[in-house]
C-alpha cells in the first residue's frame, strides 16, 4: 500500500507532560485524559493463513479483514512461542517465557513477574481480563492469578472454553454463562469499558478467547456459512478432542473444519461487536485495539491454506506466525502495512512508551513498536529469538515446585480429559543452577532478513538452517552452507541470549 500514516505526538500521551497547576488530582486527572484506551485481542489456535486478508479459500473473517484494511497489519507478527501458555506469558511480561519457567502449555508464570497490568495500572488505568488465561489458575488463593499480576477484575478460565463457557469472576466459584463463548467474554468487556467510561478513567481490556481451539462447535448460521465445503475434504480424518466424552476421536476434516470455520466467523462478528460499541459511545478514536493469535495453525485444522512451513508445536514459520492487525484512528488515519518482524513481546514495552511508565529493571526481550506506526517501512534491527526449552530434559524426577501445588490446582471445568480429569493443574520448579545440557532444545534467531534454526528438521551437515525469510517464506532453501560465517555469527549471538536466558530462570532478575 502507498499509504501515510498521521500520528499524535507521543508527549501528549505520556504521563510526564508537564502541568502549570499546582492541584495534584487535577493534575493525573488531565494526564490520563489524553492516554489512549487499549483493548488486547487473542485468538486461540488461530495460526497467520486462517483469515480472509490473508487469502484463505475458505474461512470468512470480514471484522478482521477491515480492520488490516483501515489500520496497521502487521505481515509479520510472531507468537512467542509455537504454543500457548508461553506465548501468553510474553505478551503480558515482554520477556521469553523461559525465563519464568513457563516452558510449555501448563506451566504458570512466576508470581514476581511485572504485567502490562501492572505498568497500566501505575498509569491510572482501570484493567481486566476476560476469557482464556492459562498462565496460572484463576482462583482468588492463586498468585498468578489475573488479580495477583495486575488486573483489577477478571471474568476467567484456566484454559480454553467451549459455547457456555464455565468462567470464574474475580476468582470466585466458576459458573456457567449461556451464550456463544466469544460473545459472552465481548459482552463482559462492553460492560466493563462502560463502567471505566462511567468513572472517566482510561481502561485496559485484555480479551483472551477460547476460539478456535478444538473442540469446535459452532451456532447453526455460522455451521450454515460452511456447508459447502469440498468433497475431498471429507475423504481424510483428523484426531481430535469429543465434546461429549472429552476423549479423542477420529472425524472427517470437513466435519470439523465446518465446526471450526464457524468458530473463527463467531469470534471475528463478536470483535464487530466491540468496534461497533466503542463506535456508538464516541470510544473509537482514541482506543487501540489490537488482534493477534497466540500460535500457529494446529493438525486438526489440517493445513486448509496454510502457505507457511509446519504448524503449531514448531519453529519454522507455521508455528510461531499469527495474525496481527492494530486499530487507532487517532494516531493511525489511513491504511498501512509493516513487514518488520514483531512479536508478542513488544507488547508491554509499546504500551510502556505511549503511557509514559518506565520498563521493569529486569530483560526485556521486546522492543517498543511505536516507530512502526511512525514509519511502516522501518525495519527491526534488534535480533529476535525463539527457543522450545526441554524441561524433561532438565529437571529431575523430584523437582522442587516453586509455587505450593495446591495453589497451582484450577477450577474451571473444560470439554477435555487430560490425566484423568476436566480440570487443568500448573506447574513451575526452581532452577538453581545452569549446565551445559541446558541449552538443547529447538531454537531459532532472526536477524535482518535471515532465520537460522538450531535443531530442526533439515540442517546441514554443519547441523544448522538458515533461511532467507523475506524471499523464502517456506523455509525450503537452506543457505546455512553458503553463509557459513553468518552461521557463526547468529549462533554466537543465539548462545548469548541463551546464557541470560537461563541466568533470569535462576531467580537472578528478582534480587
Request: hydrophobic residues 30%.
Given at each position: 500500500m502507498n499509504t501515510k500514516i498521521h500520528t499524535i505526538g507521543i508527549a501528549s500521551f505520556l504521563l510526564t507532560i508537564t502541568f502549570s497547576c499546582t492541584n495534584a488530582q487535577k493534575e493525573k486527572l488531565e494526564d490520563q485524559e489524553g492516554l489512549p484506551n487499549i483493548v488486547l485481542l487473542m485468538g486461540d489456535d488461530h495460526g497467520w493463513d486462517e483469515v480472509g486478508y490473508n487469502g484463505h479459500p475458505f474461512v470468512k473473517t470480514p471484522v478482521l479483514d477491515?480492520?488490516?484494511?483501515?489500520?496497521?497489519?502487521?505481515?509479520?507478527?510472531?507468537?512467542?512461542?509455537?504454543?500457548?501458555?508461553?506465548?501468553?506469558?510474553?505478551?503480558?511480561?515482554?520477556?521469553?517465557?523461559?525465563?519464568?519457567?513457563?516452558?510449555?502449555?501448563?506451566?504458570?508464570?512466576?508470581?514476581?513477574?511485572?504485567?502490562?497490568?501492572?505498568?497500566?495500572?501505575?498509569?491510572?488505568?482501570?484493567?481486566?481480563?476476560?476469557?482464556?488465561?492459562?498462565?496460572?489458575?484463576?482462583k482468588t488463593d492463586s498468585p498468578t492469578s489475573p488479580g495477583a499480576m495486575g488486573f483489577d477484575e477478571w471474568l476467567s478460565h484456566d484454559n480454553f472454553f467451549e459455547m457456555d463457557p464455565v468462567l470464574s469472576r474475580n476468582g470466585e466459584t466458576p459458573k456457567t454463562i449461556e451464550g456463544e463463548g466469544s460473545e459472552v467474554v465481548i459482552d463482559e468487556t462492553l460492560k466493563f469499558i462502560q463502567r471505566s467510561k462511567n468513572t472517566n478513567k482510561p481502561f485496559m481490556a485484555v480479551v483472551w478467547f477460547g476460539s478456535p481451539h478444538e473442540p469446535y462447535s459452532g451456532l447453526p448460521e455460522d455451521l450454515a456459512l460452511y456447508e459447502n465445503l469440498p468433497d475431498s475434504l471429507a475423504n481424510r480424518n483428523v484426531r481430535l478432542t469429543s465434546n461429549e466424552t472429552g476423549e479423542q476421536v477420529s472425524r472427517p476434516l470437513r466435519d470439523v473444519l465446518q465446526e471450526r470455520y464457524a468458530e473463527i466467523t463467531a469470534m471475528d462478528r463478536a470483535i464487530g461487536k466491540l468496534r461497533t460499541f466503542l463506535k456508538e459511545n464516541n470510544l473509537q478514536e482514541n482506543t487501540l485495539v489490537m488482534y493477534c493469535g497466540d500460535n500457529g495453525t494446529p493438525p486438526s485444522a489440517a493445513r486448509t491454506g496454510l502457505t507457511r512451513r509446519e504448524q503449531k508445536g514448531s519453529l519454522y514459520e507455521g508455528g510461531i506466525l499469527v495474525p496481527g492487525v492494530l486499530e487507532w484512528p487517532a494516531a493511525i488515519k489511513e491504511p498501512v502495512s509493516t513487514s518488520a518482524v514483531s512479536v508478542t513481546s513488544d507488547l508491554l514495552p509499546t504500551l510502556a512508551e505511549l503511557t509514559g511508565q518506565p520498563l521493569p529493571d529486569r530483560p526485556i526481550d521486546g522492543i517498543s513498536l511505536v516507530p512502526f506506526f511512525h514509519e511502516p517501512a522501518k525495519q527491526r534491527t534488534e535480533p529476535l529469538y525463539f527457543w522450545q526449552f526441554e524441561p524433561g530434559e532438565v529437571f529431575g524426577k523430584n523437582p522442587e515446585p516453586y509455587i505450593d501445588p495446591e495453589l497451582q490446582e484450577g477450577t474451571t471445568p473444560l470439554a477435555k480429559i487430560m490425566a484423568g480429569k476436566f480440570t487443568r493443574s500448573f506447574r513451575n520448579y526452581k532452577y538453581k543452577q545452569i549446565s551445559e545440557n541446558d541449552y538443547s532444545g529447538e531454537r531459532a534467531m532472526m536477524k535482518d532478513q535471515f532465520k537460522l534454526v538450531v535443531g530442526g528438521k533439515t540442517p546441514d551437515e554443519s547441523g544448522f538452517e538458515l533461511y532467507d525469510i523475506q524471499n523464502d517464506p517456506g523455509e525450503e532453501n537452506n543457505l546455512a552452507d553458503q553463509y557459513p560465517e553468518m552461521v557463526k555469527e547468529m549462533q554466537a549471538e543465539l548462545r548469548g541470549w541463551q546464557e541470560s536466558v537461563l541466568n533470569s530462570l535462576t531467580e537472578a532478575d528478582y534480587k
Open positions: 477491515e480492520m488490516a484494511s483501515s489500520g496497521l497489519r502487521f505481515d509479520r507478527f510472531y507468537s512467542g512461542h509455537p504454543s500457548c501458555s508461553p506465548t501468553r506469558g510474553s505478551l503480558l511480561t515482554g520477556r521469553h517465557p523461559n525465563r519464568y519457567g513457563t516452558f510449555t502449555p501448563g506451566w504458570s508464570l512466576r508470581p514476581e513477574e511485572v504485567t502490562i497490568a501492572h505498568l497500566l495500572k501505575e498509569a491510572g488505568y482501570a484493567t481486566a481480563h476476560f476469557g482464556k488465561w492459562h498462565v496460572g489458575p484463576v
